[in-house]
């Protein structure tokens, strides 16, 4: 029996940083909605087998969004094997309806976390957290922070003063894919829920429960979208594909 692995795809955020109107994952990016794109890049790595594993994507959306993201799906990816479930009140409590939805895994199985939102993100990205899983049991793709940062004090006045400066080189930004082995995600969430902790953040919670995490080589293209001027730079990005993009080790 091949090892699976699942992408669990939370598309069940409320989205009101982008305004009124159509839900931003329906939103326009170069001709194609924003939880097409997304579904693109995972599905060309679900097609092509990769590592020998089974793929399943379960989707984790909202009632007004599912009927219309089943018909998209059984439109463009009739041949992936995709099932879906709502969403909860938080991310936390999203994922871990997601994870209720696997029910033939295995310990050693993959589940990969990755927002609907972010759909930038490049099948190298998605295989690098696979291949990080070989020898890691949690992975999170990430990206070098590139400006300054400062720690800061908030006064009773309401004046934000800095407290400190620090070195940048020992941080990173962290995006997803987010990469598991069922056993640990299965544990994480069955305890976060229990313990009433939410988090936007899956390695989050991994670090909370003495799991290590390492990373694995992110794009700064791989942005969330959130506002109208994601739209804007998504819609850059894809015009433009192709330049090189840093990473650390």
């Given at each position: 029996?091949?090892?699976?692995?699942?992408?669990?795809?939370?598309?069940?955020?409320?989205?009101?940083?982008?305004?009124?109107?159509?839900?931003?994952?329906?939103?326009?990016?170069?001709?194609?909605?924003?939880?097409?794109?997304?579904?693109?890049?995972?599905?060309?790595?679900?097609?092509?087998?990769?590592?020998?594993?089974?793929?399943?994507?379960?989707?984790?959306?909202?009632?007004?969004?599912?009927?219309?993201?089943?018909?998209?799906?059984?439109?463009?990816?009739?041949?992936?094997?995709?099932?879906?479930?709502?969403?909860?009140?938080?991310?936390?409590?999203?994922?871990?309806?997601?994870?209720?939805?696997?029910?033939?895994?295995?310990?050693?199985?993959?589940?990969?976390?990755?927002?609907?939102?972010?759909?930038?993100?490049?099948?190298?990205?998605?295989?690098?957290?696979?291949?990080?899983?070989?020898?890691?049991?949690?992975?999170?793709?990430?990206?070098?922070?590139?400006?300054?940062?400062?720690e800061v004090e908030l006064l009773p006045s309401g004046?934000?003063?800095?407290?400190?400066?620090?070195?940048?080189?020992?941080?990173?930004e962290i995006l997803t894919p987010q990469g598991f082995?069922?056993?640990?995600?299965?544990?994480?969430?069955?305890?976060?829920?229990?313990?009433?902790?939410?988090?936007?953040?899956?390695?989050?919670?991994?670090?909370?429960?003495?799991?290590?995490?390492?990373?694995?080589?992110?794009?700064?293209?791989?942005?969330?979208?959130?506002?109208?001027?994601?739209?804007?730079?998504?819609?850059?990005?894809?015009?433009?594909?192709?330049?090189?993009?840093?990473?650390?080790?």
């Amino acid at each position: 029996m091949n090892r699976k692995c699942y992408f669990l795809i939370p598309a069940a955020g409320s989205g009101t940083r982008m305004g009124a109107g159509q839900p931003k994952l329906m939103r326009n990016v170069e001709g194609s909605p924003v939880i097409l794109r997304t579904l693109g890049a995972v599905t060309d790595v679900c097609r092509c087998n990769y590592a020998g594993m089974d793929y399943r994507i379960i989707l984790i959306t909202t009632q007004d969004l599912i009927d219309n993201l089943k018909a998209m799906c059984n439109e463009y990816f009739p041949d992936i094997d995709i099932e879906f479930t709502l969403g909860g009140d938080t991310r936390t409590a999203s994922v871990s309806n997601g994870i209720k939805v696997i029910s033939d895994a295995r310990d050693d199985d993959l589940v990969l976390v990755h927002d609907g939102a972010r759909c930038l993100v490049t099948t190298d990205e998605i295989i690098a957290c696979i291949d990080g899983l070989n020898d890691h049991t949690v992975c999170a793709s990430a990206i070098p922070v590139k400006n300054t940062l400062k720690e800061v004090e908030l006064l009773p006045s309401g004046e934000i003063r800095v407290t400190s400066t620090p070195d940048r080189s020992k941080f990173y930004e962290i995006l997803t894919p987010q990469g598991f082995r069922y056993k640990d995600i299965n544990m994480c969430y069955r305890r976060a829920v229990e313990e009433g902790i939410a988090a936007t953040d899956d390695t989050a919670l991994a670090t909370e429960y003495g799991l290590e995490v390492y990373l694995t080589k992110g794009l700064y293209s791989n942005l969330k979208i959130t506002t109208p001027e994601d739209i804007a730079i998504a819609s850059e990005i894809v015009r433009s594909r192709g330049e090189s993009e840093p990473f650390s080790d």
